[in-house]
C-alpha cells in the first residue's frame, strides 16, 4: 500500500506570494492533517480534515487554510507568505477505526523557503 | 491543557549499550501516547502507541516503551542500540479535547546519537 504522498517536496517563494500544497492519503484514509516544524517552535498542528470539512484547527492566522477533496486528497494554501512561514510542512493521514484507529502516518514533507 | 514533555535535547549512546528516551506527559484523563522518529530530510515515522493495556508496549525496529502513570512518564527503550538508530524521536499525546480528532501535541523531540 503506497504511503502518504506529499507534493512538491520543496518550494522557493518569495515574500507576498501564495503557495498551495498537496497531500494524497494512504488508501482508505479519510482524516488529513497537517504540522509546521520549525526549529524553534517544533512541530505544531496546523488543521484537520476529515469527509471534506474541517474538524480542527490549530492557533495559526487565516492566512493558513486547506480543503479536502471527495477522494481525500488535502491541500494547504498560505497566502501573504512571511519569512516566518518558512518551515517543513507535514501531512499525516489516519483512520477512525480498526486496530490502526488513533495512528497518524506521515509524508515526507514539503520544505517551503520563504526568500 | 495537555502537554508532553522530552527533557533531553540530545542522548549519546555506544552502539551495543542500551538507550532510554525520556518522555513525560500531562494530560487530564487517560493519554494516548505515541513515538515517532524523524530520519533527515524525512518525515515521522511511526514507532509504537499505548493506549491502553498492558504498561510495557513492544513496537517497531526493537523499539519498546514502559507507560508508568504514577510518574506520568512514557520512555522509549531499547536494549542494545545501532548507529543505525541515530535520529531525532518524538514523543506526541492525541489532543483528548478533540473527540476522535487527529490532532496530536508532540514534545520537542530528542536527538540520539548512537557511536560505534
Known amino acids: 500500500k503506497a504511503g502518504v504522498t506529499q507534493t512538491p517536496r520543496y518550494l522557493i517563494k518569495t515574500r507576498g506570494q501564495q503557495v498551495t500544497l498537496s497531500c494524497s492519503p494512504i488508501?482508505?484514509?479519510?482524516?488529513v492533517s497537517w504540522y509546521q516544524q520549525t526549529p524553534g517552535q517544533g512541530l505544531q498542528f496546523l488543521f484537520e480534515?476529515?469527509?471534506?470539512?474541517?474538524?480542527n484547527k490549530g492557533n495559526f492566522p487565516g492566512r493558513f487554510s486547506g480543503r479536502q477533496f471527495s477522494n481525500s486528497r488535502s491541500e494547504m494554501n498560505v497566502s501573504t507568505l512571511e519569512l516566518g512561514d518558512s518551515a517543513l510542512y507535514l501531512c499525516?493521514?489516519?483512520?477512525?477505526?480498526?486496530?490502526?484507529?488513533?495512528?497518524?502516518?506521515f509524508g515526507a514533507g514539503t520544505r517551503l523557503s520563504v526568500l | 491543557a495537555q502537554s508532553v514533555a522530552q527533557p533531553e535535547d540530545q542522548v549519546n549512546v555506544a552502539e551495543g549499550n542500551p538507550l532510554t528516551v525520556k518522555c513525560t506527559y500531562s494530560?487530564?484523563?487517560?493519554?494516548?501516547l505515541f513515538w515517532y522518529v524523524q530520519y533527515p530530510n524525512r518525515g515521522l515515522q511511526f514507532l509504537l502507541k499505548?493506549?491502553?493495556?498492558?504498561?510495557l508496549v513492544k513496537g517497531s525496529y526493537g523499539f519498546e516503551a514502559e507507560f508508568n502513570k504514577s510518574q506520568t512518564s512514557f520512555h522509549l527503550k531499547k536494549p542494545s542500540a545501532l548507529v543505525s538508530d541515530s535520529a531525532l524521536y518524538f514523543c506526541?499525546?492525541?489532543?483528548?479535547?478533540?473527540?476522535?480528532?487527529?490532532?496530536?501535541?508532540f514534545g520537542q523531540g530528542t536527538e540520539l546519537s548512537v557511536k560505534p
Open positions: 488508501s482508505g484514509h479519510r482524516s
Open positions: 494530560v487530564s484523563g487517560n493519554p494516548y
Open positions: 480534515y476529515f469527509s471534506e470539512t474541517q474538524r
Open positions: 499525516a493521514s489516519s483512520i477512525r477505526q480498526g486496530l490502526a484507529k488513533n495512528i497518524q502516518y
Open positions: 506526541a499525546v492525541r489532543d483528548l479535547f478533540y473527540n476522535q480528532g487527529g490532532k496530536l501535541i
Open positions: 499505548y493506549i491502553t493495556g498492558d504498561n
